[in-house]
């Protein structure tokens, strides 16, 4: 135990790094998602296919293998593309770009589904009384889709974040030196492994209880006034 | 690349690949197909893992799914302790506890079990991956078994049937049908899952990737081959799924084919 306490600090910066990395992320693969759900909902039959096979490429591929994809190959593609088309120079994707791309990449798949069904949850009248109004089809995402698709989507973020706050993790694979990478460090040099490993158990599940317990407070929050039975 | 002592060359395929792989193509297919037997090792390694966690942890999630869903006095709460810890953290942890965290103890280092098991990689991922999948299968069989139809257990308690004799013949098979839809995303989760074994030297399908990675420094060749094997086996077990839940859950399914009123698939993400 006082070995946790003598690398308080290394721990300390991991768990930032992770949480860092896994709000980017999030960002990034909501961003997607709402792209993608915008793709699937859409009447062009390419961004149909193209967001489909966007989500079935991540269903079907493990994210460790993807994200030592994207960290080994993704950089000599983008340096490839930038020699032939001259359009940038070399250059260099950090490891946080890695795992921050890897993981927001395949979120993305998994909000786009979230928020497909979100927004098919809302009643088709609305969106055409808003169109009857003459609204501007901005005006009908703030207004309308917005407000109520956060409401109906807020069960499947919950759970998107979960699995992608603990997914986060793997990214000590390709070397980010975050919570699991720098316990790993710290307990072989004192040769305490268990004892770290489960901190970071521990750790992970603090974590884990907070965001639940913040995100059923906004459920809470948006649901006002819906009709309880 | 590596491969020019060994390349096939009698059929007009294997020429064509050997010119692309040499002149156009990013990937060198003479590369994989040379190390093809590994990567079948690979995925033999990967199913086994995957399969014999689901067995095992299917039998071990029934009496804590049934402790779970009628409140046992004593073993509600253990249980629960159990899922949630398992449930709220990384898989990757857990495995990493389990494998390198064990030897941190005398006892264990002298107990009969260290040689042979505890401190196999093979074995430490068994573990941790059946305790994970138990821990998920428990909670949505508790769920399952909770939702069974307030009819049919009565119509088994009128008929005379005991307690044990109704948890066999009525609620289990019920709820085991009901769970199915999910079932098959749980499946899907823990071949998934599985590639955490080549992160504790295991040489299981992305094992071999990464040691083709690490051989030859070629990123492509190792990554894309083992995203297109999980893809086969991904795409396998849905399948396989949806046949089983056309035969076993046929009697709810509605008259006329309509694809949206089946169980839908949930969109749930797959890693842990």
């Known amino acids: ?229 | 690349m590596a491969t020019d002592t060994q390349t096939p060359t009698e059929t007009p395929i294997g020429d064509w690949l050997v010119l692309v792989s040499e002149n156009y193509s990013p990937i060198d297919f003479m590369l994989i197909g040379d190390n093809l037997d590994r990567f079948m090792w690979g995925a033999l390694v990967t199913l086994e893992l995957t399969f014999l966690s689901l067995l095992l942890g299917g039998i071990l999630c029934i009496p804590l799914a049934l402790a779970r869903a009628y409140r046992h006095p004593f073993w509600n709460a253990p249980v629960w302790c159990f899922t949630y810890f398992f449930r709220g953290t990384p898989l990757l942890v857990q495995t990493y506890l389990l494998y390198f965290g064990l030897g941190q103890f005398e006892v264990v280092r002298e107990s009969f079990l260290w040689g042979p098991i505890l401190s196999n990689a093979w074995w430490c991922a068994l573990i941790a991956f059946t305790l994970n999948t138990a821990a998920y299968t428990t909670e949505f069989l508790r769920g399952a078994i909770v939702t069974t139809p307030f009819g049919e257990v009565e119509a088994a308690k009128a008929s005379g049937m005991s307690a044990a004799t109704m948890v066999r013949r009525i609620i289990l098979p019920s709820a085991f049908r009901r769970a199915l839809p999910a079932y098959s995303n749980e499946v899907i989760f823990m071949l998934h899952g599985s590639v955490i074994a080549s992160t504790i030297t295991l040489q299981d399908i992305l094992g071999v990737g990464r040691w083709l990675n690490g051989r030859y420094y070629l990123a492509y060749e190792g990554f894309i081959t083992a995203m297109v094997m999980y893809m086969i086996l991904v795409f396998a077990i849905s399948r396989g799924f949806k046949f089983w839940e056309k035969h076993w859950l046929g009697h709810l399914r509605p008259r006329e084919e309509d694809s949206n009123t089946m169980v839908p698939e949930a969109a749930t993400p797959d890693i842990r």
């Open chain 1, 1 to 229: 135990m006082e070995a946790i306490f003598d690398y308080r600090q290394l721990l300390l910066d991991g768990t930032l790094v992770t949480i860092r990395l896994a709000i980017v992320s999030a960002m990034l693969a909501v961003v997607l998602g709402l792209i993608g759900a915008w793709a699937k909902l859409s009447k062009s039959r390419a961004a149909q296919t193209a967001a489909g096979a966007y989500t079935t490429l991540i269903r079907g591929v493990p994210d460790l293998v993807l994200m030592l994809l994207i960290f080994y190959g993704g950089q000599t593609v983008l340096n490839n593309i930038g020699d032939t088309t001259g359009l940038w120079g070399y250059v260099e994707i950090s490891q946080f770009t890695a795992g921050v791309g890897t993981i927001g990449f395949i979120f993305g798949a998994y909000y786009t589904e979230t928020f497909r069904g979100a927004i098919l949850a809302i009643p088709v009248g609305q969106i055409e009384a808003a169109k009857a109004y003459g609204m501007m089809p901005w005006q009908i995402f703030t207004r309308v889709i917005w407000p109520q698709m956060v409401r109906y989507a807020l069960p499947g973020f919950t759970n998107n974040w979960l699995v992608q706050l603990k997914s986060t993790a793997l990214v000590s694979v390709i070397g980010i030196q975050d919570l699991v990478y720098n316990a790993f460090g710290a307990g072989r040099s004192v040769r305490q492994l268990f004892t770290f490993m489960f901190a970071v158990l521990v750790i992970y599940l603090i974590m884990t209880a907070v965001s639940d317990a913040f995100l059923r407070w906004i459920d809470r929050k948006y649901s006002a006034g819906v009709r309880e039975a």
